[in-house]
């Protein structure tokens, strides 16, 4: 693949273009060379991406990126309403298509784009970025490992505090807007990892700050039934808030017949992509400090309790990339299956119809 970069073409250049797409690919120069940025009004030769050493071509429309036949790969990182048009326009002229989180505002519209791509045996990819997070990893190796013994609880925050809306279509009742969709993408995705499609969902929102016309904050009760794999009922609790006061953030609690895990503070990757200080290739990108390691209790024989600090893995966005390469370029398997974005956007229109109904609602198989 060193010999033959995919020649790519990164439309929007805001929080995701800047902090995420754009630093990751240009970590990896062998796999990918950024031709095409769609950036509007852009005053100067590459534009926004020029921070990181590199010159695209510049364009203002997203037409314009699509319809160049260079082109071989899209990253869409455009607000929430327009993934959809964007990566269907994408498809539709022969690209594969990464689009950020959320991928689309509907499960029917996550279908249609599937059914498109494997139509035109392109590659769609949904940037599930945090099935690389340090703790995640950490999380998914206890569990896998049963060091916990059969489990019976898992609880997974993803806390803000914030008094004002970072852009204004976070806030408003448009398509794929409020924080279901912004950071109840990850922490759903993480549960289906770790456990599977439920077979109920039960959630709560509500809208304190009134800082726009969505949710911000929820909690999303994700049932799993027992079966040959699991010997007790399990409950998945996803939370969100934006106004907690703490630091470091709770941010995981796992319970198992043999012990638990608890854990604070958050992955550290997108604060050093903000940053930009280290590069997502330095040996010490994604590497958590101690102070925020998780702490790990497990049952003895003789009912004592004995608890130790478990060091995060290391945390590496750039895995997500590397797969989107090996995809393209030798068929290998996707590590995010868009079929497992799609589910993700079905739970949050059932957790809303939860919403809605008061009440609990069964999960289709």
């Not at 852009?167 to 408003?172: A, L």
Request: net charge negative; glycine share 6%.
């Amino acid at each position: 693949m060193s010999s033959n970069p995919i020649k790519t073409a990164v439309i929007g250049v805001g929080l995701a273009g800047m902090v995420f797409h754009l630093p990751l690919l240009v970590a990896l120069p062998d796999l990918f060379d950024v031709c095409v940025v769609v950036e509007r009004n852009s005053q100067q030769e590459g534009g926004k991406a020029r921070k990181f050493g590199i010159n695209p071509k510049v364009v203002e429309t997203v037409e314009q990126a699509i319809l160049d036949p260079e082109i071989e790969l899209v990253i869409i990182g455009t607000p929430n309403a327009t993934h959809y048009p964007f990566a269907k326009a994408a498809l539709a002229a022969g690209k594969h298509v990464l689009v950020d989180k959320p991928i689309v505002p509907t499960y029917e519209e996550a279908l249609t784009l599937l059914d498109l791509a494997r139509s035109k045996n392109l590659i769609l990819y949904a940037f599930q970025n945090r099935r690389w997070d340090s703790d995640f990893l950490v999380v998914k190796k206890l569990i896998q490992d049963r060091t916990l013994g059969d489990l019976t609880e898992f609880e997974s925050h993803f806390d803000r505090y914030r008094t004002s809306l970072r852009v204004h279509w976070h806030g408003s009742n448009t398509p794929g807007s409020g924080l279901l969709y912004d950071l109840g993408t990850h922490l759903i995705d993480q549960a289906l990892v770790l456990f599977g499609k439920p077979q109920k969902i039960t959630a709560f929102t509500q809208n304190i700050l009134e800082l726009g016309d969505v949710e911000d904050n929820f909690t999303i009760l994700l049932h799993y039934l027992p079966d040959e794999t699991k010997i007790y009922p399990i409950t998945a609790i996803l939370r969100s808030h934006f106004l907690s006061v703490r630091t470091p953030q709770f941010r995981y609690s796992v319970k198992g017949s043999k012990g638990t895990f608890t854990k604070e503070g958050v992955d550290i990757q997108e604060d050093q992509l903000k940053a930009y200080d280290i590069p997502p290739f330095d040996p010490n990108f994604g590497i958590e400090p101690a102070d925020i390691h998780g702490v790990l209790e497990i049952l003895q024989e003789d009912g004592s309790i004995t608890k130790s600090r478990i060091p995060s893995e290391r945390g590496s966005y750039v895995s997500l990339y590397r797969n989107v390469a090996a995809a393209i370029r030798e068929g290998a398997p996707l590590d995010v299956k868009w079929e497992e974005a799609s589910t993700v956007i079905q739970l949050i229109e059932l957790a809303k119809q939860s919403v809605l109904e008061e009440k609990t609602m069964d999960v289709p198989v």
